[in-house]
Structures are given as C-alpha cells and as structure tokens.
C-alpha cells in the first residue's frame, strides 16, 4: 500500500471510550464525554472511517448486549467489557499502582504484584480478541496509551502483516527506572511488535530507544530498527489540541456571562489559575509552597491577587490519592488562614469537574496560567490557555518538566522543585508589560494553530502508512532460482563487471576468534577464477584489519578494503593507503579503558584492536553474560559518539567502535559511484553492509546473508548460498 492510498478503516484502540453509559428506568443512556482525541479524530472522519474499540465503564452483564448493540449504531463504538474484579487489579493495580509510577519517574510509590501483572495481560487479551474478531485485513489499527503496552505483540502474533501503530500519552523513563520493572522487556518487546511507536518529545524517545539498546541489544539509525522481516520506527509526535474549538469558545455567550461572573466576584484584582487532576504527578502541593513564598516575599500583591485552584477529583478510593487530597486541603486553608483578610480570599479552591464554559472563562479571566507538574507528558491545559487568549494577553508560567515546554518555549519555564523561583515567577507574570505578552503569545499561538489536533493525527497515521509501505519495500526477498537465473545471464554479458564481497558471516563463517576465520581451499579457487577474469573488479570489503587480508588475499588479482573502508590496497600495490586524513585515534585513549572494563566483567571476552578501531568480542564468552554486557556497553559508548567523532555498531558477538568518517558507504562513493558499470553484485551479512546497501544504483544486485529486513534488493540463507552463487558465476 503506497503513501497516497487510502486505508479502509481506522481501529483505534484506547482503554475507555469516550461516553458514559447510565442505566435509567427507560434502558441505558449513552452520553458522549468527547475528549481531545475524539475531537481530533472527528477531522478525518471525512475519508476514513473510525472504528472505537475501548471499555465502556461497568455494565451488568444482562445489559451487555444492548449496550453492544447502542454503541454501534449509535456511535461506532465496539465495546470491550471487564469484570469489576479485572477492573480492579488491572487499571486501579497495575496501570496506576506500577505503570504510571515508574512511567512518570516516581519509583518511591510504585507497588508490585503478581496478581495484578496477571490482571494487566488478561485485560489486554481481553482487548486483543475484541480486535481479532473485528479487524479486516486492510484495517490500520492505532493502539494508545500504557493501558495496552502487551496488545501490539498479541495482534502482531495474529495478523503478521497488520498495520499497527502505539501511541504513548505519558513520558517514557530512563532505563534505570525502567529496569525496576520486572516485565520491563516483555512490554519493551511488545511495543517494538508495533510498526510505528510515537511519543511527544524527543527526550521520551530517545530514553525508549536507549532502554531498546539496553534491554534488547537492538540499535537504531534515526529512530528506526530492523527487526526481523520489519521495520520498526521510532518517532516524535507532539499532541496538538482542537486550536479553533478553545479560540471561537471564549467568544460565545455562555463563556462571556462567566467571565463577567468571575470577574464580579474577584474584581480588579489579578487571577492567577491552576487547574490540574488530582495526581501526586502534577506538583499540586509544590504549587501552594510557591503561592505561600509568593505572598511572603512579594508583600506589595497581598489582597491584589487573588489564585484560583481547580482540582479534579481521580482515584480518590486509592489511599495515596486520598492522603494528597487531605494535604491540599490543609496547605489551602494554612493560605488561607495565614494571608485572607475580610475583603480577600487569596486562594479560591474548587475540587469538581469544570463545564466547558466556565474552564474556557476561567482561561479567559486571568492574567496568568501556573502550570508547574512534576511530570507530565504534554499538558493540553497551557495549550488550550493560549488558544483562548484571542487579545494575546495573559502570561504561561509553565513547568520544564512537562512536554509542552519544549514546543511553548515562549511561555516563562521553570523548575516546580525550586519554590523561590516559581513565585519570582509569578511575579514576573504579573508584572509583564503587555508587548512583551502579545509578543510571546503571539508566536506560540501561531505555533499551535499549525499544528493542531487534526495534523496530529493526519502526521501519525501518514507516517504509520509510509513505515509500513517501507517494510515491505525491505521485506525479505529470497534470491529464487527465476532471478539467480536473470542475475547470470546479466553477468554473462556484461564486459564490465564489479564485485564487492564482505568477509566474516559472507564468505566464511564466524570463528571464535578473528585469526581462526580463514579461507579454505574452495573459497581460494572461487576468487581466483573470479579475479583471473579480465571482465570482472573484485573487492573484499571488510571490517577486518588490514595484516589479515594481506597475508591471506595480498598475493591475488583483487583491491582490498580494510576496516570498513579505512584502508585500501589495489593489485599490485606495494602499500597500503589510508581514506582519511591525519591522526584519527584520539578517541581510543578514552574508549579503551571502558572496553577492558567490559573485559574484565566477562570472561572469555577480548578486545581487538585496529588502526581506525577498536572492537570487543565476546564469542567464547558465557552467552547470558556476553549478551547483557554488550548492550551496556553499546548503551555506555553511543552516549560518547557525538563528542568524539565516531560511530558504534553491534555486530555478530562483537561491539565495534570506528571512526564516523569510515563507512562502506562512503568507501563505495568514493571509488565507485560515478562510473559506469554495466553489473554490480554486492553481498554482505549485518550492520555495516547496510551502509553501502543504501548508497548503490538501484540495478545492482545487492544481496544480505540471512533472513533479516535490508535495503539490499534479496536475500539468501546461508554462506553455502554465496558461494554456490559465485561458483556459478566462476563457471560463466
């Protein structure tokens, strides 16, 4: 399916669905509560249609069939029912006691059980029979949020070739937090099942790849990962929010009678808002610690602002939840107690669910915005402020720690951890001159209306489509016997022919140490016809050093590529040549030491050291140990590449560290891109020779050994493979 055709049918798939179901003496009620997703998705309706698949809230088991039924017709809504006991341990047990905890970085409070880790998958098996029994085999199917981290595996299992996207809602945490976790690779696993995996910043990730590389050994070339017969993406989507609903809402009468309200009721003095859900992740307790300092150390605003507090009640069953909702309150009436006079009430504090009006108002009414979580992965509510501030007035005053700050770099940032500074904050707000606020505003304004709610969700699945379309551009493509037959008889006529053979895992197996690998009898006689022929250039393109081609290939009619590139010796040179210029090693001195640290962990495990490299191995060690180290290190020296100019490549039991400007890509645009040769066979085994897979003209025969995705145009299975080939070749 290429870019520009158009998907049958969207299956979106989130843990509620956005209506309430109520039982009333007529039958059951439906009411939609459509959220920012829903409104988003309302756009695309027009071209695609959307099935909903998500739980509808508790509903007895005799009322299930009607509701079904309602839903459908009603809504397109294809409900996922659960047990009040499910219910329970999966969303009020896993997803809120671990999840969202180690999610947002708080490990202190994150509680582990068995039982509900049973709950979470049951649930997700609830979910994914729901999808298998709905889904046609041309549907995308869009997954969201840490509810149903297992349900891209379980639907991948099913339909292989699927169309499946994972959106994450929340942040994703460094891999120390994740570790804590004991099923953390069973969902990292998971998630990769997905073709597209989308988050809001950059930084959530990165710290998901980095847990990938840590967890799973796999890397990544700018977010992407060849997986298998796949490719998997990785990718930043910031969450938009429906710009004109929030701009025309603050026009409308109903939001206009409120603000007169609000503004009645404080008078001339300054608002400040804070509206956040009762969660120990939004920094409410924080925010009052600023307000206190606030009115301590900038006197001249006591009875000259006035804060208003919205806090909308979540979990409240859940103790801990219970005990922050006990501890807003007293923090408000301390306030309160300490600074209220008569006439003034410095901290106004509801603890309800806003109607639309009156939460637009409320952004409409004040001077300033305090949106200070502790962890947060967007924040929609700085978004729909500026959205409503139609005069471009009205100060952000907004946390570093949430999602938003890094597209609304306009608004004042701060640190919620640092109190001194949130009420210099708050000060600051209340006394920015009007240019300076429309200034600031106006550009994040310009920001948010360009990318909405709507280019949101156009981006993903656009993104979703090409991704998918590129897997099975790359999909394995065994060299059949009708294209083994076409490759020989182009070869056959060629006069010019070039051949570029990498050497360990494509020409010979790998050995337990490097020395071991060398060519046998048949391998020597298949390069020697080769090379005798006038007709034919023949590379040995490799990641070895130099001394070994030599002393094995030195004396044949055939160029060879050392180190990836790094050297070259043509026939008959008495020399060796290097690719790049001047001292290239420096980095060794700092790289070394973290190596023979790795070897000193894991016996059997050994450094190899070449001119532009230095590589570990770890073939003859322990396979357990060997694994876990690689990734470590993989993880430890990639944090260093930037900074000294050089790239890590995991490889077959080895982690290879080289110099950036060192490539078989770039070797191969250097000697041989702008000639013309009528046929080129190339053949490789890994990483590396992806490099040069992706730079050549798109006739070449361009094979990868093994049954793993590739920009190469085919694939064999085994070594005996390439030299059954060659052998054929050497016979034309």
């Known amino acids: 399916m290429t870019a520009h055709q158009k998907l049958s049918r969207i299956l979106l798939v989130s843990n509620r669905l956005p209506v309430t179901i109520q039982k009333t003496n007529t039958g059951l009620d439906f009411r939609s509560?459509?959220?920012?997703?829903?409104?988003?998705?309302?756009?695309?309706?027009?071209?695609?249609?959307?099935?909903?698949?998500?739980?509808?809230?508790?509903?007895?088991?005799?009322?299930?069939?009607?509701?079904?039924?309602?839903?459908?017709?009603?809504?397109?809504?294809?409900?996922?029912?659960?047990?009040?006991?499910?219910?329970?341990?999966?969303?009020?047990?896993?997803?809120?006691?671990?999840?969202?905890?180690?999610?947002?970085?708080?490990?202190?409070?994150?509680?582990?059980?068995?039982?509900?880790?049973?709950?979470?998958?049951?649930?997700?098996?609830?979910?994914?029979?729901?999808?298998?029994?709905?889904a046609r085999h041309d549907d995308t199917i869009w997954i969201h949020d840490y509810h149903l981290m297992l349900l891209p595996k379980l639907l991948r299992d099913h339909f292989p070739r699927a169309?499946?996207?994972?959106?994450?809602?929340?942040?994703?945490?460094?891999?120390?937090?994740?570790?804590?976790?004991?099923?953390?690779?069973?969902?990292?696993?998971?998630?990769?099942?997905?073709d597209l995996v989308g988050f809001h910043t950059h930084d959530y990730a990165q710290a998901f790849l980095g847990s990938v590389r840590r967890i799973l050994g796999y890397d990544n070339a700018l977010g992407q990962i060849m997986l298998g017969d796949r490719v998997v993406q990785v990718d930043v989507f910031p969450m938009g929010i429906d710009f004109d609903r929030f701009s025309h809402a603050a026009q409308d009468a109903a939001a206009l009678k409120e603000v007169e309200k609000i503004h009645q009721r404080i008078g001339k003095r300054k608002i400040v808002f804070l509206v956040s859900r009762l969660d120990y992740t939004k920094g409410i307790p924080q925010s009052l610690d600023a307000i206190e300092e606030f009115f301590e150390h900038y006197p001249q605003w006591r009875e000259n602002v006035t804060f208003i507090l919205v806090v909308v009640p979540s979990r409240e069953r859940v103790e801990r939840y219970a005990s922050l909702k006990r501890q807003i309150d007293e923090q408000v009436g301390s306030i309160i107690s300490a600074y209220a006079t008569l006439d003034w009430v410095p901290i106004r504090y509801i603890y309800r669910n806003l109607d639309f009006p009156f939460l637009v108002a409320l952004y409409e009414a004040s001077d300033a915005a305090l949106i200070t979580p502790l962890r947060d992965g967007m924040n929609l509510i700085a978004k729909e402020y500026l959205a409503v501030q139609n005069d471009c007035e009205g100060v952000l005053i907004l946390s570093e720690l949430a999602g938003a700050a890094k597209e609304l770099l306009e608004s004042v940032i701060v640190n919620p951890n640092n109190t001194e500074d949130v009420a210099a904050a708050i000060d600051r707000a209340l006394t920015m001159p009007v240019e300076e606020q429309r200034r600031r505003n106006e550009i994040m304004r310009r920001r948010l209306q360009s990318y909405g709610l709507e280019q949101w969700v156009r981006a993903f699945l656009r993104r979703l489509n090409d991704v998918v379309s590129q897997s099975q551009a790359l999909s394995v493509k065994i060299l059949n016997a009708t294209t083994k037959k076409e490759l020989l008889k182009e070869y056959a006529k060629a006069e010019r022919r070039l051949l570029i053979l990498d050497y360990d895992g494509t020409l010979v197996p790998f050995a337990s140490e490097p020395s071991a690998a060398k060519p046998d009898k048949e391998l020597y006689q298949i390069l020697q016809t080769l090379s005798d022929s006038p007709k034919n250039s023949v590379v040995i393109l490799s990641g070895r050093g130099r001394h070994s081609l030599e002393e094995w290939f030195g004396s044949m009619n055939i160029m060879l590529a050392a180190e990836h590139g790094g050297w070259e010796k043509?026939?008959?040179?008495?020399?060796?040549?290097?690719?790049?210029?001047?001292?290239?090693?420096?980095?060794?001195?700092?790289?070394?030491?973290?190596?023979?640290?790795?070897?000193?962990?894991?016996?059997?495990?050994?450094?190899?050291?070449?001119?532009?490299?230095?590589?570990?191995?770890?073939?003859?060690?322990?396979?357990?140990?060997?694994?876990?180290?690689?990734?470590?290190?993989?993880?430890?020296?990639?944090?260093?590449?930037?900074?000294?100019?050089?790239?890590?490549?995991?490889?077959?039991?080895?982690?290879?560290?080289?110099?950036?400007?060192?490539?078989?890509?770039?070797?191969?645009?250097?000697?041989?891109?702008?000639?013309?040769?009528?046929?080129?066979?190339?053949?490789?085994?890994?990483?590396?020779?992806?490099?040069?897979?992706?730079?050549?003209?798109?006739?070449?025969?361009?094979?990868?050994?093994?049954?793993?995705?590739?920009?190469?145009?085919?694939?064999?299975?085994?070594?005996?493979?390439?030299?059954?080939?060659?052998?054929?070749?050497?016979?034309?």
């Not at 341990?89 to 059980?113: A, Q």
């Not at 499946?164 to 998630?191: C, T």
């Open 163 to 194: 169309s499946i996207g994972f959106f994450l809602h929340v942040p994703f945490p460094p891999y120390d937090i994740l570790r804590l976790l004991p099923q953390s690779k069973e969902i990292v696993e998971s998630l990769l099942s997905a």
């Open 570 to 732: 043509r026939s008959g040179d008495a020399e060796w040549h290097s690719t790049i210029a001047g001292s290239q090693d420096v980095w060794k001195e700092q790289v070394r030491p973290i190596l023979q640290l790795y070897v000193d962990r894991v016996p059997g495990s050994f450094i190899e050291e070449k001119d532009f490299a230095l590589a570990w191995h770890y073939r003859q060690a322990d396979v357990e140990s060997g694994s876990v180290a690689s990734k470590e290190l993989l993880d430890t020296v990639s944090n260093l590449a930037a900074n000294f100019g050089i790239r890590v490549l995991p490889g077959s039991k080895t982690v290879e560290v080289r110099n950036a400007g060192i490539g078989k890509g770039i070797f191969f645009n250097q000697h041989f891109a702008k000639k013309n040769i009528p046929f080129m066979l190339v053949i490789g085994d890994d990483w590396t020779d992806e490099d040069l897979f992706g730079v050549l003209p798109s006739a070449t025969y361009s094979i990868r050994v093994g049954k793993s995705v590739s920009k190469a145009r085919f694939n064999v299975e085994t070594i005996s493979d390439v030299r059954a080939l060659l052998s054929d070749l050497e016979r034309k």
């Open 33 to 134: 509560s459509v959220g920012g997703l829903a409104t988003g998705l309302q756009s695309v309706q027009s071209d695609q249609e959307i099935l909903w698949i998500g739980w509808p809230g508790t509903v007895a088991k005799e009322d299930r069939k009607e509701a079904e039924t309602g839903l459908i017709q009603q809504h397109n809504y294809a409900p996922v029912f659960m047990s009040e006991r499910l219910v329970e341990k999966f969303y009020e047990g896993f997803c809120n006691r671990t999840i969202w905890p180690l999610l947002h970085s708080f490990p202190m409070y994150t509680k582990y059980s068995a039982s509900e880790w049973e709950a979470y998958k049951e649930a997700n098996a609830l979910f994914a029979e729901k999808v298998i029994k709905t």
